[in-house]
């Protein structure tokens, strides 16, 4: 039996799952799947119009053709909808004005849409845009969105005639309230910009550096009240992700202790001072992921560890070290975690030292590093590495702990076909 002639909803199934894997691997796609569908055929047409979940992904974009808006809202009806307004990829260098201009009749024919809303994204690089879209969004109700992310990348126009203080207004966003809000990310901008309801969060991400000189962020810090006002809005929080002067540096000394119950996985970049005393500020029992990155050359950070953490953090597991250029990773580190079962390097040039280190018996007993420690991730291996890590998974062996995985890219693990040593001692498993 012919593709053509295939019953519909078995043909319907094929466009639903067809799309799905579109939405996993990425839609930057000139004809998406949902459009060569329904002009294949006069029965593909008639299938696909009728397959509501083929246009509940909705791509705002500069110039955006409001009959084709029309279309997606109306065929994907009653689907809830997954918004995303892409004008983040225009060139940095042009003036955006033009960009604004357009967007106002596809945000009025969205928001007459918003109780359908589960997914929001907002991306551009005009600050006039950026403020459109707030404003637009100020005053809704979204019962049923549930994750929403606000992008500010940087436009080289607007810098050259816009101050940070001036991109320092405040704004709420959807205060006739999101119940079902669980992840929000504020990218580009600080949060003051864009304040939304925080009671049922449990995913945050707050990054002002993004695509700007660290001399030049986009917002103002934040306040000691106002930050205090974040942190105790967020008593369900699981995952915090933070980056750049979030808060005022000197208002953390007069910041409480910050109790988070519940936060399991917490990134922090740590080049500088504002994030080490945030580090110092909070209390996380439950933490099981702390994943630390930027940390710069010859930095002592057991140091920090001993005054500040220590007996904070009881049942930490995965510890990550991202885009770090020279830590001076001290034996006395792994002392303060002594459950760590998983230890990842990503984009790091201190990996072979902190390897080392790992290899060295502590300075009064012989007592292993990190006994229970099964699981490297390396990205990239460097060749130059590669001999160091058979000694460290010897070193392992012989201490009665041995490694049992070893995750890498798939072109290292390609890289290392004619290892046979560590083929036989560990499994290499290849990033997804």
């Keep these: 039996m012919g593709v053509s002639i295939l019953p519909d909803d078995v043909l319907s199934s094929i466009f639903a799952e067809t799309f799905k894997l579109k939405r996993a691997i990425g839609r930057h796609r000139k004809n998406p799947i949902e459009i060569v569908a329904s002009h294949v055929n006069r029965h593909w047409r008639d299938v696909a119009i009728h397959c509501s979940s083929l246009w509940c992904k909705i791509d705002v974009t500069p110039f955006q053709s409001i009959n084709l808006l029309q279309i997606y809202l109306v065929r994907s009806q009653p689907r809830l909808l997954d918004i995303d307004i892409k004008l983040d990829e225009v060139n940095p260098y042009m003036s955006p004005i033009r960009e604004d201009d357009t967007l106002a009749p596809s945000l009025v024919m969205l928001i007459a849409h918003v109780d359908r809303w589960s997914l929001f994204t907002s991306g551009c690089r005009s600050y006039r845009t950026f403020q459109q879209i707030v404003i637009a969004i100020n005053p809704l109700s979204a019962p049923n969105l549930t994750r929403c992310s606000i992008y500010l990348c940087e436009n080289e126009f607007e810098r050259r005639h816009l101050s940070t203080y001036m991109q320092g207004f405040g704004k709420l966003i959807f205060t006739g309230g999101m119940p079902c809000l669980s992840f929000f990310a504020c990218v580009g901008s600080g949060i003051e910009s864009c304040w939304p309801p925080l009671g049922a969060l449990t995913e945050l991400r707050l990054d002002s550096r993004l695509a700007y000189d660290d001399d030049d962020p986009p917002a103002g810090p934040l306040g000691g009240e106002e930050f205090s006002q974040l942190l105790v809005s967020l008593p369900s929080l699981t995952v915090f992700k933070l980056k750049g002067p979030v808060v005022s540096l000197d208002t953390y000394s007069n910041l409480p202790q910050i109790e988070f119950p519940h936060l399991s996985s917490l990134n922090v970049d740590i080049n500088i001072d504002y994030d080490l005393y945030f580090l110092s500020i909070i209390s996380a029992p439950q933490l099981t992921t702390l994943a630390l990155g930027g940390i710069p050359f010859d930095h002592e950070l057991h140091k920090f560890i001993a005054i500040k953490w220590i007996y904070k953090y009881p049942i930490l597991t995965h510890l990550e070290f991202n885009y770090s250029n020279g830590l001076e990773f001290n034996p006395i580190f792994a002392k303060f975690f002594p459950g760590i079962t998983h230890i990842s ?60 995985n070893i995750v890498l890219s798939k072109m290292d693990i390609e890289g290392l076909n004619e290892n046979e040593f560590l083929k036989r001692n560990v499994q290499l498993e290849s990033l997804t």
Excluded at 367 to 373: D, G, K, N, R
Excluded at 384 to 396: D, H, K, N, S, Y
């Design 345 to 404: 390097f990503r984009c790091c040039s201190d990996t072979l030292s902190t390897l080392t280190a790992l290899m060295e018996s502590g300075a009064d007993d012989d007592t292993v590093h990190w006994p229970q420690l099964k699981t490297i991730l390396v990205k990239p291996l460097k060749p130059q590495w590669i001999e160091p890590l058979c000694e460290f998974v010897t070193a392992r062996i012989k201490s009665g702990n041995a490694l049992e």
